[in-house]
């Protein structure tokens, strides 16, 4: 990105501005904020380019916020908005914020196709596992047998893995991370900034009135040891409060192995550089109560964005035959009479 000047130093404070934050007391939201809050100064982009698009629920609250700007849209259709946008003007930073219901359910075909294209943008959806802002009911990632108001008896529908859609569409950065987790909450957040193309996000995230403690497995101490794992680039997958047992492939299924029984070649090794997406396919398929769940980025590959090569095309084809005319164009086609 081109700019005049020496960018100005900017702090978390910088993107403050005078709302007061709407969420309920102790919800996941905040924190997810805070992060965003000290991520941006650190991606070196002014103030005035950076753009927070959200679509409907809790999380799309979040561009009201942030001192930059910001379009709150309609349920679901985020992903259409900031795709043109980005593609209006590219040297935007945009962001898209979506939760589980709002970009998987209602915007799922949008959220698609927005990732398919790879277009240069920052997808965070925010995973609670229900519909918080219209006060409960189950949502495309709740578990099957999941009591809610829309599911007195039980939800029968199984849920959808986000990453795995994301990956399924060849999104060409995905990561997951936690919300009670700052730190890696704050380096995922980076390096999706720092990604050339769409990089997705997914965040677990604690809705404390309709769905709390929906994955206190992945984040309390003592616990999450045994039931989630770190990934990281070129690290074989280990894990446990000891770090006593790993992962090795049995054909395609992965299973947990102890370090006393089997030779450390035998572990896979994360590589999330991997051209094809069949190795993220297989991580994001990992869950508990079976295997521990993968925490940190499962793909990070470079192909041309999407919005780079509309311009090229553009730029391309009016070297070749002229400037359009819009009014030569509209009477180009055949034309009628209706009598």
Excluded at 3 to 31: H, I, M, Q
Aim: hydrophobic share 35%; net charge neutral.
């Amino acid at each position: 990105m081109v700019t005049n000047g020496p960018l100005p130093v900017l702090t978390a404070k910088d993107f403050e501005n005078d709302l007061d934050v709407r969420w309920c007391p102790g919800c996941g939201d905040y924190s997810i904020l805070a992060q965003m809050k000290k991520v941006l100064p650190e991606v070196g982009i002014p103030k005035e380019k950076i753009v927070f698009v959200s679509g409907i629920g809790c999380s799309s609250r979040f561009p009201y916020y942030l001192s930059t700007f910001g379009f709150h849209t309609i349920h679901g259709r985020a992903p259409t908005v900031a795709s043109g946008l980005k593609l209006a003007n590219p040297d935007l930073s945009v962001w898209v914020i979506t939760g589980d219901g709002d970009g998987l359910s209602i915007g799922g075909n949008h959220l698609m196709h927005a990732i398919r294209r790879n277009i240069n943008l920052n997808i965070i959806l925010f995973n609670n596992r229900i519909y918080g802002l219209t006060k409960g009911q189950y949502s495309p990632t709740s578990p099957v047998g999941h009591k809610t108001k829309s599911t007195p008896f039980g939800s029968l529908d199984r849920p959808i893995t986000a990453l795995t859609l994301a990956i399924a569409a060849e999104a060409t950065f995905v990561a997951r991370t936690a919300d009670r987790n700052p730190a890696h909450l704050q380096y995922v957040l980076k390096r999706a900034a720092q990604h050339q193309g769409v990089s997705f996000v997914e965040v677990y995230q604690d809705c404390v009135v309709f769905n709390k403690g929906a994955f206190d497995y992945s984040i309390e101490k003592g616990v999450k040891d045994e039931t989630t794992i770190n990934i990281e680039h070129g690290k074989p997958l280990i894990f446990g409060a000891k770090k006593d047992k790993g992962i090795r492939l049995n054909g395609h299924t992965p299973e947990v192995v102890s370090l006393a029984d089997v030779s450390p070649d035998e572990l896979l090794i994360h590589d999330e550089r991997a051209p094809d997406s069949v190795l993220a396919h297989i991580l994001s398929q990992m869950a508990q109560p079976y295997l521990p769940e993968p925490m940190g980025v499962f793909r990070a590959i470079e192909e041309p964005c999407y919005e780079q090569e509309v311009l090229q095309q553009v730029a391309d084809t009016t070297k070749k035959f002229g400037p359009g005319d819009l009014n030569k164009l509209y009477r180009s086609a055949d034309t009628w009479t209706v009598k």
